[in-house]
C-alpha cells in the first residue's frame, strides 16, 4: 500500500496560466475526491469519481476547473486561466466502495501559488 | 445539509496533560463521523472512525474518541499528549455508504503543546 499519491507537491504559476495537477489513488480504491483546503480553513469538497465516472461536483468547481479519471485509474485536475483566488492546497483522497462504510484515504496534497 | 462545528480554534495544553478536543455535528441521519490530523504543509492523516457500534473508538497514536447521539458530538481525546501531537485536528462527518457525498470537515483545531 504506497497511499495516495501526488503531484507536484508545489506549483508557482502566474495568474492566467494553465495548471494540472495528478493523482494516483490506492491501487485497490475505486472512489477518487478532490478537496480544496485554504489557509485557516478545513478542506472543501470540490469534486467526486466512482471508478471513471464523475459522479458529483461543487458549485465550487467553476467552468475553469475540469477533472478527469481516464481508465477509473489515476487522475488529473485541471485549473485553467488562474486567478489569484485559486491559491490553495488541493487534496485528493480515494476510498474503496464498502456496505460498511468508506474510509477515505488523503494524499500530501498539492499546493498552489498563483502571482 | 450536514455540517460540523470545531468550537475551538486553538487550544493550548502542557506536556503530558490530558486533551480534549470538541466537535459538533448537524446530520439527518446515522453519521459516519471521523478525526483526522494535519501537519503544517501536509495532507491529512487518519486519527479514527466511527461508522457503527461500540459508541468509544480507538485510534492511532492513542488517540479515542465518543460518540454521543443526543449531544451531536464526537469528541476527541488523548490522556497524555506529546509535543509531536501539535497539529491541527480535523472533524468530518460523511455520508451513508454508496452515496455520492464526499465529507464535510469542520474549521480544524490548531494544537499547540507548551513544555
Known sequence: DTGVSQNPRHKITKRGQNVTFRCDPISEHNRLYWYRQTLGQGPEFLTYFQNEAQLEKSRLLSDRFSAERPKGSFSTLEIQRTEQGDSAMYLCASSLDRASGNTIYFGEGSWLTVV | ?115
Not at chain 2, 460518540?67 to 490522556?79: D, E, G, I, V
Open chain 2, 1 to 115: 445539509a450536514q455540517s460540523v462545528t470545531q468550537p475551538d480554534i486553538h487550544i493550548t495544553v502542557s506536556e503530558g496533560a490530558s486533551l480534549e478536543l470538541r466537535c459538533n455535528y448537524s446530520y439527518g441521519a446515522t453519521p459516519y463521523l471521523f478525526w483526522y490530523v494535519q501537519s503544517p504543509g501536509q495532507g491529512l492523516q487518519l486519527l479514527l472512525k466511527y461508522f457503527s457500534g461500540d459508541t468509544l473508538v480507538q485510534g492511532i497514536k492513542g488517540f479515542e474518541a465518543e460518540f454521543k447521539r443526543s449531544q451531536s458530538s464526537f469528541n476527541l481525546r488523548k490522556p497524555s499528549v506529546h509535543w509531536s501531537d501539535a497539529a491541527e485536528y480535523f472533524c468530518a462527518v460523511g455520508a451513508p455508504p454508496r452515496s455520492a457525498d464526499g465529507l464535510t470537515f469542520g474549521k480544524g483545531t490548531h494544537l499547540i503543546i507548551q513544555p
